[in-house]
Each structure stands twice: as structure tokens, then as C-alpha cells.
């Protein structure tokens, strides 16, 4: 069964940062391509940044292009995502999920990140 | 950007009736559509990709129809677990993904 567990998020200020890791079992990690999607509170979904599988592509929204940066340590089968420059409209639950049959097909259950002074 | 618009946004529907969700993108994505379900406080979860194919442990009663930009989720017979909102999502740009707004199936 694939399992994925956010962790790190937490309260920060305006211009903080953070550091998001997910840990991954039951599938074989270093074979998958694994994105982070964002939800603010109460609405919809939006897709934050992806990296391959072998960590050779690495993708961004615009929105935090320069600010985020995607990471992964296969060997711990973990995924990060560190988060720079924070911003109120960063507020969001921040989930990590595994990429396959072209799309996002499990989910974490998500960790909170509040930017706020 | 790929925009996806769902409608309606609030669907109100009586247990074992059917429910029929629309997902339009704003160019083509041919047949890369997929549905998700989520229930409060839970996590998205697949119910089905290439428009049409459940994914695994999905009831029969959930199906996916459409390709190009129009597209349809239809739940036969809403059983009580299905009250929940879902999103329709386009990976033909992978992996800039976009999500519809969503649509709330409550209870009548």
C-alpha cells in the first residue's frame, strides 16, 4: 500500500521559511516522479512543482518559481520542499503525491503552512 | 494555462439518485482527464484517469465520460459515502497540472 506523510509544516512569518519532507513506502520510490499540490483552506487545488524520478527535471507554478525549491534523497526515500520568501497567499495545506498513468494517483494526508505575522 | 470550469458548483441530489458533474477545459486535452474525490479533512483521492477508466477499488458506480473539453463524471446511484466535492484535473500539460474549481455533491 502506497503511504506518504507530510511533515514540517507549521507557522512562519512573512519572509520565513520552511522546510516540507514526505516519506514514502510501499512503492518503489526511486522509480517515481512525485509532486506537491497546494490547498488553500476551504478551496480549490493547485499544483506546486513536480521532479522526475531521477531528479534530472524539476518543475515549478509560477507563482513560487524562485522561491520553492523540489528535492529528493531516493536513498530515503523522501521528498522535500523548501519553502523561501513566504508569503500570506502561501498559506495552504501542502501535499505530497506520487505521479503515475500520467497523473497524481495517491495522496498524503497533507501538512498546514501558515504564513502570518 | 490550461483553465478547467466545472458546474455546477453545488449539486444537490437524494441518496440513490443519480448525480451528473460537467468539466469543461478551455482547449484540448484529448483524454487526459482525470476525477478526484475529497471528503472534509481527507485527502484527494483517484477515482478516474484517462476520462474514462476507474482506477483501482473505485465502485462501478462512478464513470467517466468525454474527451477533447468536455467532459462528464455521472454517479449512478449516490450511496451516502459519495456526498463529498470533486474536482476534474488536466495532466495533457504535464506536469503543469490544472484543477476545476470543484463541485459540492450534498445531500437533498
Known amino acids: 500500500e502506497v503511504q506518504l506523510l507530510e511533515s514540517g509544516g507549521g507557522l512562519e512569518v512573512p519572509g520565513g521559511s520552511l522546510r516540507l519532507s514526505c516519506t514514502a513506502s510501499g512503492f518503489n520510490f526511486s522509480n517515481s516522479a512525485m509532486t506537491w499540490v497546494r490547498q488553500i483552506p476551504g478551496k480549490g487545488l493547485e499544483w506546486v512543482s513536480t521532479?522526475?524520478?531521477?531528479?534530472?527535471?524539476?518543475y515549478y507554478a509560477d507563482s513560487v518559481k524562485g522561491r520553492f525549491t523540489i528535492s529528493r534523497d531516493n536513498s530515503k526515500h523522501t521528498l522535500y520542499l523548501q519553502l523561501n520568501t513566504l508569503r500570506a497567499e502561501d498559506t495552504a495545506v501542502y501535499y505530497c503525491?506520487?505521479?503515475?498513468?500520467?497523473?497524481?494517483?495517491?495522496w498524503g494526508q497533507g501538512t498546514l503552512v501558515t504564513v502570518s505575522s | 494555462e490550461i483553465v478547467m470550469t466545472q458546474s455546477p458548483a453545488t449539486l444537490s441530489v437524494s441518496p440513490e439518485e443519480r448525480a451528473t458533474l460537467s468539466c469543461r477545459a478551455s482547449?484540448?486535452?484529448?483524454?487526459?482527464l482525470a476525477w478526484y474525490q475529497q471528503k472534509r479533512g481527507q485527502a484527494p483521492r483517484l477515482l478516474i484517469y484517462?476520462?474514462?477508466t476507474r482506477a483501482t477499488g473505485i465502485p462501478a458506480r462512478f464513470s467517466g465520460s468525454g474527451s477533447g473539453t468536455e467532459f462528464t463524471l455521472t454517479i449512478s446511484s449516490l450511496q451516502s459515502e459519495d456526498f463529498a466535492v470533486y474536482y476534474c484535473q488536466q495532466y495533457n500539460n504535464w506536469p503543469m497540472y490544472t484543477f476545476g474549481q470543484g463541485t459540492k455533491v450534498e445531500i437533498k
Open positions: 482547449q484540448s486535452v484529448s483524454s487526459n
Open positions: 503525491a506520487k505521479n503515475s498513468l500520467g497523473t497524481v494517483t495517491s
Open positions: 484517462g476520462a474514462s
Open positions: 521532479v522526475s524520478a531521477d531528479d534530472g527535471d524539476i
